[in-house]
């Protein structure tokens, strides 16, 4: 039996909190290790407890979930960071992938989804929900048609990104060099106007 995916939850408001653990709890395929109310306390627990995935919020006293997320993924390069917010608002899902979150929620998620989103960030690949991708897929006069002036070669491309796979696995796919990928995936990067390839999944889904 393939053992379960490791799950820290972090966020100020109890209920809340208390929430999300339950939830995540009712999936034999998860496990929550560890709880803590504010990003100082979910420092000290990542580091302690070495969880797979880190659901947190991202307003909290203190140090905050943005900065938290940011030293813990200096702390951990693989730890899935899954942000949970009650809030969509362009600068904050920026920052959040900015700082090394793998996936942006917000908090209307439905079990389904968080659990879902768990699964995926574990596994390596970008989980939004549908109002996060919208607002980083909106047209603006940097961004419209982008996708549209995409070679053949860079939207296949793009399109194994956006399914989570690493430039080994996309030259694989498409019988080329990790170098030639990671030239493709700049170009992409710099086309999507993204500072991260989680950002330009993102685009990419919200794109579609």
């Known amino acids: 039996m393939t053992a379960p995916i490791t799950i820290l939850v972090v966020d100020d408001h109890d209920l809340l909190r208390e929430g999300v653990s339950s939830c995540l709890a009712a999936f034999e395929d998860l496990e929550v290790i560890g709880e803590s109310s504010s990003g100082e306390d979910g420092l000290a627990a990542a580091a ?5 995935v880190v659901v947190i919020d991202l307003i909290m006293p203190g140090i905050g979930g943005v900065e938290a997320i940011r030293q813990m993924r200096a ?50 690949r970008g989980s939004f929900s549908s109002d996060v991708t919208r607002v980083l897929a909106a047209p603006t006069s940097d961004t419209i048609g982008v996708a549209a002036h995409f070679t053949g070669r860079q939207a296949e491309v793009a399109d194994l990104m956006a399914a989570g796979r690493s430039n080994a696995e996309i030259a694989d796919a498409l019988n080329l060099s990790v170098f030639t990928v990671k030239n493709h995936v700049s170009n992409i990067l710099m086309k999507l106007h993204a500072q991260s390839r989680t950002e330009a999944t993102a685009i990419i889904l919200g794109g579609r």
């Open 75 to 124: 702390a951990n390069a693989s730890i899935g960071l899954l942000a949970l917010s009650t809030f969509a608002s362009g600068d904050l899902i920026r920052e959040a992938i900015g700082a090394g979150a793998s996936g942006y929620l917000v908090k209307s998620v439905d079990t389904e989804g968080l659990a879902q989103a768990v699964r995926d960030v574990a596994a390596g």
């Open 48 to 52: 302690r407890l070495g969880p797979d």
